[in-house]
């Protein structure tokens, strides 16, 4: 199993201004994800942080809203850019163990955000 | 198409009785991984169960119970006796052994009545 930590845990921000998540792993993991869940919505996938290279992000998400780091394999952030009402959500980072004969995924505690 | 269907959106229970929620799924994958998760009002998701496409044996975990039936494409899970504190968002999830997405359904709000 993996225990991650995020950080803020919540935050309520100014529309136009950016915040930065952060995600920390206590082991070292290949695969860190990240996560958007809109109130009252299921999880949708932003993007797989890859290490040493470039997010790879999902449909309809894009760098420049949404960039993210990975300097290593233990830790990640994802910015929430130029924030609007619409980005309210939970963001949450997960770290995923794929090996068979099991995936699994792990989930950090998210972090709420609220953009008035 | 949706990989993963909870055609439940709320459920309402009265505490002690039991309760199913439903989980359909679909692949074309031979080798999977279906996972049901918990979420309580404070936001964390809470892994619950993961079972291999390779393993149709149902699971019974204190009062929880899964129902995995290939059959049919379906993933229940079934709640004995509920409690208040089993009130919680409840995702469904797939994981295909050809790559790494997790594909989670739309949750299933359940709420225990004292």
């Known amino acids: 199993s993996a225990v991650i930590s995020q950080k803020p845990s919540r935050d309520i921000c100014q529309r136009g201004t950016s915040l930065t998540i952060q995600c920390q792993v206590d082991?070292?993991?290949?695969?860190m994800f990240w996560y958007r869940q809109q109130p009252g919505q299921s999880l949708t996938l932003i993007a797989t942080a890859n290490q040493g290279s470039e997010a790879t992000y999902e449909s309809g998400f894009v760098i420049d809203k949404f960039p993210i780091s990975r300097p290593n394999l233990t830790f990640s952030t994802l910015t929430v850019s130029n924030m609007s009402p619409e980005d309210s959500s939970i963001y949450l980072c997960s770290v995923g163990l794929f090996a068979d004969p099991y995936n699994e995924q792990f989930f950090g505690p998210g972090t709420r955000l609220t953009v008035l | 198409a949706q990989k993963v269907t909870q055609a439940q959106t709320e459920i309402s229970v009265v505490e002690k009785e039991d309760v199913t929620l439903d989980c359909v799924y679909e692949?074309?994958?031979?080798?999977?991984?279906l996972f049901w998760y918990k979420q309580p009002p404070s936001g964390e998701l809470v892994f619950l169960i993961r079972r291999n496409s390779f393993d149709e044996q149902n699971e019974i975990s204190g009062r929880y119970s899964w129902n995995f039936q290939k059959s049919t494409s379906s993933f229940n899970f079934t709640i004995t006796a509920s409690q208040v504190v089993d009130s919680a968002v409840y995702f469904c999830?797939?994981?295909?052994?050809?790559?790494?997405?997790?594909?989670f359904g739309t949750g299933t709000s359940l709420t225990v009545i004292p």
């Open positions: 999830a797939l994981s295909e052994a050809s790559g790494n997405q997790f594909y």
């Open positions: 692949t074309r994958d031979t080798t999977y991984y």
């Open positions: 082991s070292q993991v290949t695969m």
